[in-house]
């Protein structure tokens, strides 16, 4: 859940968290396990939220410690986990510690976050460059250093080497872990260790422009440094003194480099496969293999198909194929990750230039690198504002909301979230498609079928892919169908062939 998004109780034009408890018993009624929350905390909102000023209260925009309280209240009495966005690896230049910290290079939190002096020509350190486009140093006239931002000059990195944050930063977590959450999704995991030499990133060969400024280098110095597996092992030995709790980690790596913080103590470090290689059969084959093959039947997958920072699905494939993507997402091994509103098929909502919030589409512009479209807010039913609010909501609304939204779709039996609820339901039931191990089957240009089984039962997904109808032969098939993205062909026997129509993926029970 985005809470700028998901539902304003008070009629600012913001969610908060009223609008969030309000609107939990449809995460339940949805069937899912688990709500994540974006960062809710004390926050300039430069990089709306992911710039905190205070990592242990609320913002008022949002409400208060006591709203969050009736947020876990509300979840538990439904019996949903309520995890958190924890951003160890910065601050808001607004925070109190970084406000000491460029206060003088005496002051005893000058070395809480990372300054460096100029090279002895003048200018920055090294060739870093921030995600959100610029160099990573900032100058500060004061102190006569620059600092180090990975993301925004307003969002200050941490100096993890530190002892004193890495006490204060895990304090946060047995700060929101006491008052009951269940866990955190933990930002910009891979880049709380930096060089300790500070070595300039070497240029990238295969630098696409459309990509953005930020892959100019390849970041090998300012990212994904041995030392992180430490400091996340001691966020892990925090979340081990709570029952149930769970650690996901968001980096943006290769499949082999995201399996690797498995080893670090990450649960879950966010498979972005999914959000970030083209749709096609054989690619999607090609990352459920790897990934399945890097992690073994021992360790657990996760999959992930959108998210506040990547083009929602129903845009990157369309409607018709984000039934399918819905599917797979569904049926694989796996914990499955589904961002608010994509349940109904809502697309990117294209922001008009004066409209534009999103600091990272001010900075770069023209690459639609912008995150405004997908953040745009949930659409409840069709009245005024769609239901989330009643007043102009903060990013504009999709235009096609009156057709969909949760309250229509609810009355429409074969609605995309009739789909997802069928979907999660039926995985809820069937151990084979929660938990049982992946089988490779079948795969060309066109379709992807595989199998999930458990002792008594097994199933068979087959997906396809395009806007033409094709025929799937699986000799020596027999079985019937009992979910299709079209919610039709109920029971429907399948013998050795299999006709899929377009855009179509179908779950068969096979007979043994
Ligand atoms: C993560 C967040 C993104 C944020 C950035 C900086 O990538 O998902 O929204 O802007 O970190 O905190
Ligand atoms: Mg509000």
């Known amino acids: 859940v985005y809470p700028l998004s998901f539902m304003d109780s008070d009629g600012d034009g913001s969610g908060d968290l009223q609008g969030i408890t309000s609107r939990l018993d449809y995460c339940g009624w949805l069937g899912v396990d688990a709500v994540w929350l974006s960062p809710i905390y004390p926050s300039p909102m430069v990089d709306f939220g992911y710039d905190i000023s205070d990592f242990t209260d609320i913002h008022p925009l949002f409400g208060s410690l006591s709203d969050f309280d009736a947020v876990i209240s509300e979840a538990r009495r439904l019996k949903l986990k309520v995890l958190l966005d924890y951003v160890p690896n910065h601050s808001s230049d607004q925070h109190s510690w970084f406000?000491?910290?460029?206060?003088?290079?005496?002051?005893?939190?000058?070395?809480?976050?990372?300054?460096?002096?100029?090279?002895?020509?003048?200018?920055p350190p090294n060739n870093w460059l921030g995600a959100f486009?610029?160099?990573a140093w900032e100058w500060d006239e004061n102190t006569g250093q620059y600092y180090l931002?990975?993301?925004?000059?307003?969002?200050?990195?941490?100096?993890w080497r530190n002892p004193g944050v890495q006490q204060a930063m895990l304090d946060v977590l047995r700060f929101w872990l006491d008052r009951g959450v269940s866990g955190f999704r933990v930002d910009s995991i891979a880049h709380l260790m930096k060089d300790t030499q500070f070595r300039d990133n070497p240029v990238n060969p295969d630098w696409d422009p459309a990509a953005g400024p930020y892959f100019r280098y390849l970041p090998v110095h300012s990212r994904d440094h041995p030392d992180t597996a430490a400091v996340i092992r001691r966020m892990r030995q925090v979340i081990d003194e709570y029952n149930d709790c769970v650690i996901i980690g968001e980096a943006y790596l290769s499949l082999e480099r995201t399996a690797a913080y498995y080893g670090a103590g990450v649960h879950l470090?966010?498979?972005?496969?999914?959000?970030?290689?083209?749709?096609?059969?054989?690619?999607?084959?090609?990352i459920i293999r790897a990934y399945e093959s890097l992690l073994g039947p021992d360790r657990w997958p996760n999959w992930v198909l959108g998210n506040h920072d990547r083009h929602r699905i129903a845009t990157r494939v369309g409607r018709d194929q984000a039934r399918?993507?819905?599917?797979?997402?569904?049926s694989l091994r796996g914990t499955p990750t589904l961002y608010y509103g994509d349940e109904i098929a809502m697309q990117d909502v294209p922001i008009p230039a004066?409209?534009?919030?999103?600091?990272?589409?001010?900075n770069v512009p023209f690459l639609g690198?912008?995150?405004?479209?997908?953040?745009?807010?949930m659409q409840w039913d069709s009245t005024h504002h769609a239901g989330f609010s009643t007043a102009t909501p903060w990013l504009p609304l999709a235009s096609d909301f009156n057709r969909f939204n949760v309250a229509t779709e609810t009355q429409e039996a074969d609605s995309v979230l009739n789909l997802y609820r069928r979907l999660i339901a039926l995985r809820t039931e069937k151990p084979a498609l929660h938990s049982g191990p992946y089988g490779e089957l079948f795969c060309d240009d066109h379709v992807l079928s595989y199998s999930r089984q458990s002792e008594a039962e097994r199933f068979l997904i087959v997906l396809n892919f395009t806007q033409e109808p094709k025929t799937v032969d699986h000799s020596?098939?027999?079985?019937?169908?009992?979910?299709?993205?079209?919610l039709d062909r109920n029971y429907e026997p399948v013998a050795g062939k299999l006709l899929l129509r377009p855009d179509e993926g179908v779950i068969v029970e096979v007979e043994h």
Do not use: C
């Not at 399918?324 to 569904?330: D, F, G, N, T």
């Not at 004066?354 to 001010?362: G, N, R, T």
């Open 133 to 135: 486009g610029g160099s």
């Open 324 to 330: 399918v993507a819905a599917m797979l997402l569904l």
């Open 269 to 286: 470090p966010f498979n972005f496969g999914l959000i970030t290689s083209p749709w096609t059969a054989r690619e999607v084959h090609r």
């Open 99 to 123: 406000l000491q910290s460029r206060s003088s290079r005496s002051n005893p939190y000058h070395d809480w976050y990372i300054w460096r002096d100029p090279e002895p020509a003048g200018g």
């Open 369 to 377: 690198l912008g995150r405004d479209p997908e953040r745009s807010p």
């Open 354 to 362: 004066e409209l534009v919030k999103d600091p990272w589409e001010i």
């Open 476 to 486: 020596g098939l027999h079985g019937r169908i009992i979910l299709t993205t079209a």
């Open 149 to 159: 931002h990975s993301y925004l000059k307003e969002q200050p990195d941490l100096n």
